[in-house]
């Protein structure tokens, strides 16, 4: 079973850039989360899908990022402007639903320089 | 005050030891216990999960948990140097907010040949 795909695995952008993050979740799994891990820290959530629905975005900062996922699969994260505070790696997990075990990519680390 | 503290280490043990591994929390509303390993540059893979309190065993690896106390440890016998990774503990409660994961900020191990 293939896992949680994320991709770029590793970006380095300038601050006031644009910047986006895809990932595709394991096959089946209608929960999908996005999470922000800075370095020496435990992962943040940043939102929530059940499906194609956003559920839980409360600490999504709104008036930079923004997210989607399009029927209900893959997602996108997307940064605009970047500031130099969001250097960080950016985890997506999905799991069959929100009572179950949650499963990891391997992140997309950002740089803004 | 964080709502789960993790002692960031770093560990440092020879093979063989027996590491031990802590996490306090302070939410009652926390019902389920995690222990996540993390690989540099990897994403989180879950290790061990409780529900109650006790202790649970897997293989090397024992998971206990004192809600009376609000302290969770993971104990890892007859150490290897495979098992060097940042150890994140995460709780999360049935309703909520309670319900997103929340993690601690990770301890660093290195298991020494």
């Known amino acids: 079973e293939a896992g949680v795909v994320q991709s770029p695995r590793y970006k380095i952008i300038e601050k006031k850039q644009p910047v986006a993050f895809w990932c595709n979740p394991i096959?089946?799994?209608?929960?999908l989360y996005w999470y922000r891990q800075n370095l020496g820290q435990g992962p943040e959530l940043l939102i929530r899908?059940?499906?194609?629905?956003?559920?839980?975005d409360s600490q999504l900062p709104k008036d930079r990022f923004s997210a989607e996922r399009l029927k209900g699969v893959d997602s996108t994260l997307k940064i605009q402007p970047a500031e130099l505070g969001d250097s960080a790696v950016y985890l997506c997990?999905?799991?069959?639903?929100?009572?179950?075990?949650?499963?990891f990519g391997p992140g997309t680390r950002l740089t803004v320089l | 005050q964080k709502e789960v503290e993790q002692d960031p280490g770093p560990l440092s043990v020879p093979e063989g030891a027996i590491v031990s591994l802590n996490c306090t929390y302070s939410?009652?509303?926390?019902?389920?216990f995690m222990w996540y390993r993390q690989y540099s540059r990897k994403g989180p893979e879950l290790l061990m999960y409780?529900?109650?309190?006790g202790n649970k065993e897997d293989g090397r690896f024992t998971a206990q948990v004192d809600k009376s106390s609000k302290y969770i440890s993971l104990f890892i016998r007859d150490s290897q140097p495979s098992d060097s990774a940042t150890y994140l503990c995460a709780m999360s409660g049935s309703s909520g907010s309670a319900r997103q994961l929340t993690f601690g900020s990770g301890t660093q191990l290195t298991v020494l040949p």
């Open positions: 899908y059940e499906n194609e629905e956003a559920v839980d």
């Open positions: 939410n009652s509303a926390f019902q389920y």
């Open positions: 409780t529900y109650s309190s």
């Open positions: 096959s089946g799994h209608n929960t």
């Open positions: 997990a999905s799991s069959p639903s929100v009572v179950d075990t949650q499963y």
